[in-house]
């Protein structure tokens, strides 16, 4: 069916239902209610978020209500057997509002709660455990860093001279039975030696190509030398104004909480050229930062230019080129954060990103 947006309403408590509606949008595309003081609502909607058009038939209907109103943003696939998924961005309210949002999946299907363990197993048969210190594991829901020390398999008298296996467990081993149901995924396992990236275990890092929100211009390849497997990043001659504030369809974003503090961060990149070195980059919500693009004020986003040119992947700390290419850092909140990055000039490719708390990690010690 044809993507549209539409107009719902109803006068009355369990009345009947209003609903005009028109056809031919694209997505990303932004919808706008609005109540005047005397209770007449308006339904517009946009395809840039500022020209502003009513749906069409659309009046002002004046629906009666008491002085405290709720507002929110729902979906539904219309079939009471089947779940869905929508992603809003960019949501604003005007007026005087209070409170935070909250929110309730219904019918979305959620892992069980489950502890999970490692274990690794030597060439003589010994095996040694270690469970994850959050008992409910399996309901994290973003990409999440766990190491494990080797010394606690050393102390267990495996020999780590002769590893024969690498084991993943959920549930509790010595007494296995049925347990609860769900889907978990996994990435990078590896057993090495934690000196080769000591601050890195406790930084929040992303696979580009895992982001929460992939603009749809963004190209993802497939290429063994990335650190995954894949990776993301455009092609000479795809479009945007390298001078403008990127478009949605070219910004990646990721979702991550952190404790109150200053933060760095860190990319994994190629630059192929010095005409192809650069991305947009921000972290929404900031505290504060220090140099915001000056040509884009009140945005958070800065111009990530200069990366060293070259053919091979390397990591290069976010710095702005307005600036002497100075270290960008952010000021962060305790609690949730979306970091975005989107494409500036073309050809710039993007492997991975890690959020750190360490001013100091030097990024010529990442693997």
Request: aromatic share 8%; net charge negative; with cysteine.
């Amino acid at each position: 069916p044809e993507n549209g947006v539409a107009s719902q309403g109803r006068i009355d408590t369990g009345g009947s239902s209003f609903n005009t509606a028109e056809g031919g949008i694209t997505a990303p595309h932004w919808v706008k209610l609005e109540r005047s003081i005397a209770g007449a609502f308006t339904v517009s909607h946009s395809a840039n978020g500022s020209s502003w058009v009513p749906v069409t038939n659309s009046n002002p209907t004046n629906i009666q209500m008491s002085s405290t109103v709720y507002i929110g943003l729902a979906v539904t696939s219309h079939n009471a057997g089947a779940t869905c998924e929508a992603v809003f961005s960019n949501v604003t309210t005007t007026g005087t509002v209070s409170g935070q949002w909250t929110n309730q999946d219904i019918g979305i299907a959620v892992n069980d709660a489950e502890p999970m363990y490692v274990g690794i197993a030597d060439s003589a048969g010994t095996l040694g455990l270690v469970e994850h210190e959050d008992p409910s594991v399996t309901q994290i829901d973003t990409w999440t860093r766990w190491s494990v020390d080797l010394a606690e398999f050393a102390n267990q008298g495996v020999n780590l001279a002769g590893v024969q296996k690498i084991i993943l467990g959920v549930g509790n081993r010595a007494n296995s039975v049925p347990g609860g149901s769900g889907k978990m995924y996994f990435d990078d396992i590896a057993v090495g030696n934690p000196v080769q990236a000591p601050a890195v275990l406790t930084n929040v890092v992303f696979e580009a190509e895992d982001a929460s929100v992939l603009g749809s211009s963004w190209r993802i390849y497939d290429d063994s030398s990335s650190s995954s497997g894949t990776h993301i990043g455009s092609d000479n001659g795809d479009g945007d104004d390298n001078d403008a504030a990127p478009g949605a369809e070219w910004v990646a974003g990721y979702n991550f909480t952190a404790d109150a503090g200053v933060y760095k961060i860190v990319a994994q990149v190629i630059a192929p050229t010095g005409s192809d070195d650069s991305f947009w980059i921000r972290i929404v919500g900031a505290t504060s930062q220090t140099h915001e693009d000056p040509d884009q004020p009140g945005t958070g986003w800065v111009r990530f230019n200069s990366i060293e040119p070259g053919d091979a992947w390397h990591w290069d700390e976010v710095h702005s080129n307005d600036h002497d290419n100075e270290l960008v850092t952010w000021t962060l909140a305790a609690g949730e954060h979306t970091l975005e990055i989107a494409k500036r000039e073309d050809g710039t490719l993007l492997d991975a990103l890690i959020i750190t708390d360490d001013l100091a990690l030097d990024q010529a010690t990442l693997p």
